[in-house]
């Protein structure tokens, strides 16, 4: 009989959060000060984040323990099953072996949670009792919403308007959890009153979002901080609890993947599980292939420059040593909202500058014929960001179809699809658009980049 699903023990769940910043081959470059261009200082960051996030982005200890009242909140829906994917296998014909980490199981949806419920905690007990942020797709914001609703406090999430309009029941679910959404750019802040005049029709950009929303925790006098669901290490190291447990789980059935998928927009969930298991490699001099997926319409650590750049369009935020296509890049609508970010985590970027991660691109329709694919042998219909990673798992699995060799193939489900119905109604009816990027673009995003010797 297959075992389809490999459980972890909750009384094993891991207890604390890994810290990839003592295992990469050599020290980053600081983020800089968007106003002095200085290395940035922990006073820097406290009229955006309480203390408690702060020491965790800038911490150097291998782990951080996890506080009990948010172990207490995972063991809600964590640990999450590491399953494999015996019938896509069978489909594809491939003897490579197929796990995935079904984070599609979260509340919301999605991974984001793991975080959500982290950061509103650490707020909380900072003595904040609101939060803002922007949201893409809108996995994000309905995480942020749950962790506030868990803890008492109010939420405004910026969602950027093109997911608003193509995600409307994405829009309701945040609301049901209690939280404030506002198509972005709006009409709210000055940031957002600034983009809408210089284009009335935009689509808007997590960038635009993101400057919103760290607007109105700027200018509240300290009431209320900003939460972001990618790009910081503090986020990383919430999301580390996904790799953690799918390293017991396959250490329980004898397995280690010799390939590890994640898709790659802010890169939070690519970082959930591959991070844990590239300081384990290390530990063990075990070679390990770890592949980010972004799409074409927006790739970042594909196509990007290697360059300090702002978070956001509005240029309020930390300069970061990352890829990017510039802070004024402006994507494509495609359906994977949570990928359309012009830049990347500064460790993700690091580690692929530095040829210890690779990272692909794939259009829609290929990513969609995937996810397709996998809803059909799996019975999972996956979110349009997650498909990239499904994408890049079958080109692997049949890459070994073609060499005969049997390897492992771990990638992460980051979450479901149930509400990018509107995206999947387009890939069956043939209606679907690929984008690539255009270069012009690029000769744009040189030239809007800051002047910074890295």
Known sequence: MRDYAIHLDPKKMPDYWYNITPDLPGPMEPPLHPATQQPLTADDLSPIFPMPLIEQEMSTEPQISIPGEIMDAYRLYRPTPLRRAYRLEQALGTPAKIYYKNESVCPGGS????????????????????????????????????????????????????????????????????????????????????????NPETTGSLGMAISEAVEVAVKSGGTTKYSLGSVLNHVMLHQSIIGLEALAQM????????????????????????????????????????????????????????????????????????????????????????????????????????????????????????????????????????????????????????????????????????????AYEAYLSGKLQDYELDEEVLKKAEDAIPKVSA
Request: charged fraction near 15%; proline fraction near 5%.
């Open 251 to 422: 250490e329980s059935i004898g397995e280690y993947p010799d390939t590890v998928i994640g898709c790659c927009g802010g890169g939070s969930n690519f970082a959930g599980l591959a991070f844990p298991f590239y300081g384990d490699a290390k530990k063990r001099g075990a070679t390990v292939d770890f592949i980010a997926v972004e799409p074409t319409s927006c790739p970042t650590l594909t196509r990007g420059l290697y360059a300090y750049d702002y978070g956001d369009t509005a240029k309020t935020t930390p300069l970061l040593l990352q890829f990017t296509l510039g802070h004024n890049f402006l994507p494509p609508g495609i359906h994977a909202g949570g990928l359309r970010y012009h830049g990347v985590a500064q460790q993700v970027a690091y580690l692929v500058r530095n040829n210890e991660m690779r990272a692909v691109a794939y259009p829609q329709n290929p990513v969609f014929a995937a996810s397709v694919d996998f809803a059909r042998h799996e019975t999972i219909v996956p979110a349009p960001e997650t498909g990239h990673a499904i994408c890049a798992a079958v080109d692997e699995a049949l890459k070994c179809k073609e060499s005969g060799e049997a390897k492992t193939i771990l990638f992460n489900l980051s979450g479901h699809g149930h509400f990018d119905m509107t």
């Open 111 to 198: 991974h984001k949670i793991n975080t959500g419920i982290a950061q509103a905690y650490f707020n909380k007990q900072f003595g904040i009792h609101e939060l803002t942020t922007e949201t893409g797709a809108g996995q994000w914001g309905t995480a942020l919403s749950i962790g506030c609703q868990m803890f008492g406090m109010h939420c405004t999430v910026y969602m950027v308007r093109v997911s608003y309009q193509q995600k409307p029941y994405r829009r309701t679910l945040i609301q049901t959890y209690g939280a404030n959404v506002l198509a972005s750019p709006s009409d709210t802040t000055e940031s957002g009153r600034a983009f809408l005049a210089d």
